[in-house]
């Protein structure tokens, strides 16, 4: 089992919905919890972070973090076909000093 | 103010060469991990330097090796390369003392592909 779970979709959705990316984590030591949106070709660009229970907004942007479940997710609100790309979800243990990542959720926004 | 950067871009390798990559972080980044991701699935952590020392190591063989210069730009080499060491090799920048709790600011890799 992968410690860091996400489904790999992909995910589709149009215009203008929103769109829900989920992630589970296998390490109760885990501080900090991380969303990076990755393009085709292109690296990745951290997009969100969180490190309590609850919820996070930033623009268009929500995270949610449930530690109890070992839960994280990521709402798009209004979704734009710019916001198509594949979405990697990271939790960081800052005692081994890495974050580990999922193997991402290809997100598709139709026009 | 400069991004990750990182050097080079693309590199086409025999098996059992050895190659060398390098990265620059961040402006006011001292810490540099080195990520390695294959097609179609998420970045695996290699190595971390801090303070010109490998901190933290992945599951990665000894053939990966890495040093950090007291500018905190950083190498990753990889002796007797194997098929299946292509892939896309990242370079992580974080701030100081923060231990990367904040998130990594990306370079725009190096795609390494062994033939």
């Known amino acids: 089992q992968k410690e860091v779970e996400q489904n790999s979709g992909p995910l589709s959705v149009p215009e203008g919905a929103i769109a829900s990316l989920n992630c589970t984590y296998s390490d109760r030591g885990s501080q900090s919890f991380f969303w990076y949106r990755q393009y085709s070709g292109k690296s990745p660009e951290l997009i969100m972070f969180?490190?309590?229970?609850g919820d996070k907004e930033d623009g268009r942007f929500t995270a949610q973090l449930n530690k109890a479940s070992q839960y994280v997710s990521l709402l798009i609100r209004d979704s734009q076909p710019s916001d198509s790309a594949t979405y990697l979800c990271a939790v960081h243990n800052t005692n081994a000093g890495k974050s580990t990542f999922g193997d991402g959720t290809t997100l598709t926004v139709k026009p | 103010d400069a991004g990750v950067t990182q050097s080079p871009t693309h590199l086409i390798k025999t098996r059992g060469q050895q190659v060398t990559l390098r990265c620059s972080p961040k402006?006011?980044?001292?810490?540099v991990s080195w990520y390695q991701q294959a097609l179609g699935q998420g970045p695996q952590f290699i190595f971390q330097y801090y303070e010109e020392e490998e901190r933290q190591r992945g599951n990665f063989p000894d053939r990966f090796s890495g040093h950090q210069f007291p500018n905190y730009s950083s190498e990753l080499n990889v002796n007797a390369l194997l098929l299946g060491d292509s892939a896309l090799y990242l370079c992580?920048?974080?701030?100081?003392?923060?231990?990367?709790?904040?998130?990594?600011?990306f370079g725009s890799g190096t795609r390494l592909t062994v033939v």
């Open positions: 969180i490190y309590s229970n």
């Open positions: 402006s006011g980044h001292d810490t």
């Open positions: 992580a920048s974080s701030s100081p003392g923060t231990g990367s709790l904040y998130g990594y600011t």
